[in-house]
T-cell receptor
Framework: DAEITQSPRHKITETGRQVTLACHQT?????MFWYRQDLGHGLRLIHY???????NKGEVSDGYSVSRSNTEDLPLTLESAASSQTSVYFCASSKAGAGYNEQFFGPGTRLTVL | DQQVKQNSPSLSVQEGRISILNCDYT??????FLWYKKYPAEGPTFLISISSIKDKNEDGRFTVFLNKSAKHLSLHIVPSQPGDSAVYFCAASGRYGGSQGNLIFGKGTKLSVKP
């Protein structure tokens, strides 16, 4: 069955370190998204991609970067982790084109920055 | 400014009764609305959606109503079951600015269904 996976599921790191969160989908979806979920804020979009070599900034992109070298993967990198980036991160994917709004979410990565 | 608002952070309902979750939006360009359900330690899962050309969509115990003039939608769960206890997110999408497929989420409403 097609799926979307995230790794690691839990990560503890120190302030200033570079961290990369992996997202892999086997739906063959063109669109991929990264969100963070925080209490009182719901789901906020960090970065998104509509296809290979395409990346775009979302609502809360400062301190994060993504790259899309193939259809299946969209890794999220925290260049220099900060305590404010402690959060739960969700990756999602969807088909491209009009009428395809439903996004499929991964199980999430809980990141703690000490 | 929030474009999708869920003004009730939490809702408690007795098993067997109706649960009504509300969502308001401000952008008239939104033309597709979705509800997601999220259990702790899991990713959100799609529940039900509605296009702006409709005012109602039903799927089993779940019905979504859309009132475009009021920019308001609601999710009705009848009858409510303890397994429905979760956080429900309202999301909206539109065909504007090239951001096709992007969703704007509300902050969520935590539903508790008491046995």
């Amino acid at each position: 069955d097609a799926e979307i996976t995230q790794s690691p599921r839990h990560k503890i790191t120190e302030t200033g370190r570079q961290v990369t969160l992996a997202c892999h989908q086997t739906w063959n979806h063109n669109n991929m998204f990264w969100y963070r979920q925080d209490l009182g804020h719901g789901l906020r979009l960090i970065h998104y991609s509509y296809g290979v070599q395409d990346t775009n900034k979302g609502e809360v992109s400062d301190g994060y970067s993504v790259s899309r070298s193939n259809t299946e993967d969209l890794p999220l990198t925290l260049e220099s982790a900060a305590s404010s980036q402690t959060s739960v991160y969700f990756c999602a994917s969807s088909k491209a084109g009009a009428g395809y709004n439903e996004q499929f979410f991964g199980p999430g990565t809980r990141l703690t920055v000490l | 400014d929030q474009q999708v608002k869920q003004n009730s952070p939490s809702l408690s309902v007795q098993e067997g009764r109706i649960s009504i979750l509300n969502c308001d939006y401000t952008n008239s360009m939104f033309d597709y609305f979705l509800w997601y359900k999220k259990y702790p330690a899991e990713g959100p899962t799609f529940l039900i959606s509605i296009s702006s050309i409709k005012d109602k969509n039903e799927d089993g115990r779940f019905t979504v109503f859309l009132n475009k003039s009021a920019k308001h939608l609601s999710l009705h769960i009848v009858p409510s079951q303890p397994g429905d206890s979760a956080v429900y997110f309202c999301a909206a999408s539109g065909r504007y600015g090239g951001s096709q497929g992007n969703l704007i989420f509300g902050k969520g409403t935590k539903l508790s269904v008491k046995p």
